[in-house]
């Protein structure tokens, strides 16, 4: 007999498919979750397990939820993993996904999650930021077997556009010359984009302060 679980939920307005920019970093992952989520039977699955790694920041969330919508899946909170059975919770030929997996407090757990998600016929998938380094020697040989896609660090050209889309939600409006001098110092990390479009709304919005190129060099403090 199955529990009853309460189930993450997630802003389905912020993680709209209208607000997800397909770049180069992440048409792997996105082809993959297509592919993915074609499967019907576990019995003659392909890959029963996938992970999608990048770093913080990089859309794997919203990327998952995209997919989640379209198909049905289920999130799982990583709380519930902590404290309870995945057996309880899946049921066969169904999608689930553990965000963040990393995040489950014991190695044990995690090998315990990939057990009963075999155990029980279900599809799986975990996202991961690349940061933990597991001790437990079945799960590190578990997760090598498992296939995964990664969303890559942005390229100038992908930050331009990301950085840009982000401003222009704000109505705020820059340059090119500024885009690219911005793009071209700036580390090539998504908390990086995140960082410099912050700083951009709060000289403009809360300073007063039109961004130009004497004073560029108060985005990459202590950034």
Do not use: W
């Amino acid at each position: 007999m199955q529990l009853a679980f309460s189930f993450s939920t997630q802003n389905k307005d912020k993680f709209s498919e209208e607000n997800f920019i397909k770049t180069a970093e992440n048409s792997s992952a996105y082809k993959f979750l297509e592919k993915f989520f074609q499967q019907e039977d576990f019995e003659s699955t392909q890959f029963p397990v996938l992970i999608i790694k990048g770093e913080s920041k990089s859309g794997k969330t919203h990327l998952l939820n995209i997919f989640a919508k379209k198909y049905h899946a289920e999130f799982i909170d990583k709380n519930i993993l902590n404290d309870n059975n995945p057996l309880n919770i899946f049921a066969k030929n169904k999608f689930f996904i553990v965000d963040d997996f990393a995040l489950i407090e014991q190695d044990e757990r995690i090998l315990a999650l990939l057990n009963s998600a075999s155990e029980a016929r279900v599809f799986l998938i975990l996202s991961d930021n690349n940061q933990r380094k597991f001790t437990l020697k079945d799960l590190n040989s578990r997760l090598k077997n498992i296939f995964a896609s990664e969303i890559k660090n942005p390229s100038q050209e992908t930050m331009k556009i990301l950085i840009s889309n982000q401003l222009s939600q704000q109505q705020i409006k820059i340059s090119g010359d500024i885009i690219d001098e911005i793009t071209f110092n700036a580390p090539r990390t998504y908390c990086s984009i995140e960082d410099i479009v912050k700083k951009i709304i709060f000289l403009q919005n809360e300073q007063n302060e039109k961004l130009t190129k004497t004073n560029l060099d108060k985005l990459f403090k202590n950034s």
